[in-house]
Nanobody, 123 residues
Framework: VQLQASGGGLVQAGGSLRLSCAAF????????MGWFRQAPGKEREFVAA????????YYSDSVKGRFTISRDNAKNTVYLQMNSLKPEDTAVYYC?????????????????WGQGTLVTVSS
């Protein structure tokens, strides 16, 4: 299984970006997918997760109301739409495949990880 994240870049505060994560190998629709981020000098933290069908989502408090996770099982792709970006959203963003059929917020709940895509929000 390979996960390929893309869509990061430099954006001004208040702007928007959409991240994509394409999955290769495995049965994409059988797995919960999640997004995490890691800022310099900090631990990797949970951002959002989505169920296999896409019917249910869960967000960290820091991004709730600004970010939207979605998936297209026909395209084996999960997305993260990020609006109203803040400088504190600056981080490397990682997509990951869940081990279990629950919306896990722990890093240990995910087994395959993308390479990460850098998001930089300037003030």
């Amino acid at each position: 299984v390979q996960l390929q994240a893309s869509g990061g870049g430099l954006v001004q505060a208040g702007g928007s970006l959409r991240l994509s994560c394409a999955a290769f190998g495995g049965t994409f629709s059988s797995y919960v997918m999640g997004w995490f981020r890691q800022a310099p000098g900090k631990e990797r933290e949970f951002v959002a997760a989505i169920t296999r069908s896409g019917d249910y989502t869960y967000y960290s408090d820091s991004v709730k109301g600004r970010f939207t996770i979605s998936r297209d099982n026909a395209k084996n792709t999960v997305y993260l739409q990020m609006n109203s970006l803040k400088p504190e959203d600056t981080a490397v963003y990682y997509c990951a495949r869940g081990r279990r059929a629950v919306l896990d917020v722990d890093v240990s709940g995910y087994d395959y990880w993308g390479q990460g895509t850098l998001v930089t929000v300037s003030s």
